[in-house]
């Protein structure tokens, strides 16, 4: 069983940075895939980005392209989002994954094995 903690929510204002951080421990292997979702009040957990650990191909949905930086320290076992210039409409939990394929695009929940509790981000206006 994998686990993973997530920390570096809180709250922000409009234009300010986070680093959300997601610590993986457990039998992850060399070959995986970690993602971030994000659920906002009353909407869907929808993709954000995703990264290959072996080769470090990265992933982002369409909304957050050029905001958001996924990125990941080896020897830690843990992914990072960093989030520039927030918007209020950021606001919402965010969660880590972990998917056993390590390979691929995999911007959908059920491509995921493992999940965080999530952390959360509120963006003041």
């Known amino acids: 069983q994998v686990q993973l903690v997530e920390s570096g929510g809180g709250l922000v204002q409009t234009g300010g940075s986070l680093r959300l951080s997601c610590a993986a421990s457990?039998?992850?292997?060399?070959?995986?895939?970690m993602g971030w979702f994000r659920q906002a009040p009353g909407k869907e957990r929808d993709f954000v980005a995703a990264?290959?650990?072996?080769?470090?191909?990265?992933y982002y949905a369409d909304s957050v392209k050029g905001r958001f930086a996924i990125s990941r320290d080896n020897a830690e076992n843990t992914v990072y989002l960093q989030i520039l210039d927030l918007k209020p409409e950021d606001t919402a939990v965010y969660y880590c994954?972990?998917?056993?394929?390590?390979?691929?695009?995999?911007?959908?929940?059920?491509?995921?094995?493992?999940w965080g509790q999530g952390t959360q981000v509120i963006v003041s206006s």
């Open positions: 994954a972990f998917s056993n394929a390590g390979s691929g695009r995999r911007t959908y929940m059920s491509q995921y094995d493992f």
């Open positions: 990264i290959s650990w072996r080769s470090s191909i990265t």
């Open positions: 457990g039998p992850t292997g060399s070959f995986y895939t």
